[in-house]
């Protein structure tokens, strides 16, 4: 078993210790995931853009006042949601800024016009509704949570996100990304995970690394991500995503994390993560994207047929017939998955009555989307080729 102290030396391990490790990284993700690497198909539902945090390297966030910044109208949430399906997503995620109403009136104000008390409340009915309304599955990034918020997500979501980022205090204070950002405190952010296990949903967390954080920051997060699902078994997933400097904000001038740092920090999340928690990091935040299988990942995340991610407009989505034709390449085959991971699908403690039978009603025997969305088509190239 590997110790703290053994994942810190890996900072430090030079070509040859970080192939052998990479390796290591590789039979995990083959033991417990096989030849299968998935994505979701998807459509991004900004519902608002306030945010009463101001994260340094954030453009995804937006002042009242200012062109585009507000709430989606539910007319608005349901077009994209019936889109998105008729595309053959399966999952409608919900991301948003924190608790704008906290912090501004215009937002109480914009909220007071849509019939709703908080944005948290908004966000519930329409996650109701999409998956009323549609076949789409909501999993829903709220920011931080109580546990009565967690419970009422519960019943109209297969999942819930929440990034851990960093555990480091340091990261808060001043001159740091976090500075002046309540909901990035890192206890406020543990808490949530911990609220997440004990009401029993399927969580989604990970790391931003490039950030300011040194790599034992790094080491102690994914730690605490791993302990959190010893205790709980509820974290289907660990994202470790990459900076990307964006003009205009406080760090758009800071160095961005390189392909090495990402294998070397992937590599880490695979040796140190339980090696059930699936792997992702996300394929439109580097050009070579398809490295990161190197050092055991086993999941792309959401990729969307529709909406642009919206946290990192810049980087549009490679076409999913791309990703599965590299994901080829390296011998693995590309597979569409639902919202929620297949362990859970039969783990009744974790799904509310309507998400279940949504859950069930689009899964093939083995938990995976039992409508498969172009894969098909890009094994039988990649055969003829
Ligand atoms: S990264 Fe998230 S929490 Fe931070 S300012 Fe942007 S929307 Fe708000």
Known sequence: MLLRSDFLDMEHADAAGMARLMAVARDIRSRAWGDIVTYSRKVFIPLTNLCR????????????????????????????AHEGQRLGCKEALFSLGEKPELRYPEARAMLDRLGYASTMDYVIAMSERVLRETTLIPHVNAGTLNLNEVRQLKA???????????????????????YACPDKVPVQRLRTLH?????????????????????????????????????????QEVIVQNFRAKPGTLMASWQEPGMDDMLRTLTLARLLLPADISLQAPPNLADAFERYLDAGINDWGGISPLTADHINP?????????????????????????????????????????????LQAQARADGLAAQQYLAATVINEECTA
């Open 195 to 235: 609220m997440a296990g004990v009401e029993k949903i399927a969580t989604t967390t990970g790391i931003l690394i490039g950030i300011g954080e040194t790599w034992a920051e790094r080491v102690d997060s994914l730690l605490a991500i791993a302990e959190t699902h010893r205790e709980y078994g509820h974290i």
């Open 314 to 358: 810049e980087r549009a989505w490679p076409a999913i017939n791309e990703v599965a034709r590299r994901t080829a390449r390296q011998g693995l085959q590309l597979q569409e998955r639902l919202t929620t991971y297949p362990r859970y699908l039969n783990a009744p403690e974790f799904l509310d009555p309507a998400p279940h039978a949504a």
């Open 53 to 80: 945090d101001q994260c340094g390297y954030c453009t995804f966030a937006k002042q009242p006042g200012t062109p585009g910044a507000g709430y989606l109208t539910p007319e608005q949430v349901m077009a994209i």
């Open 156 to 178: 109209v979501s297969g999942s819930v996100g929440l990034m851990l980022e960093n555990i480091s205090r340091r990261l808060v204070g001043r001159g740091m990304p976090h």
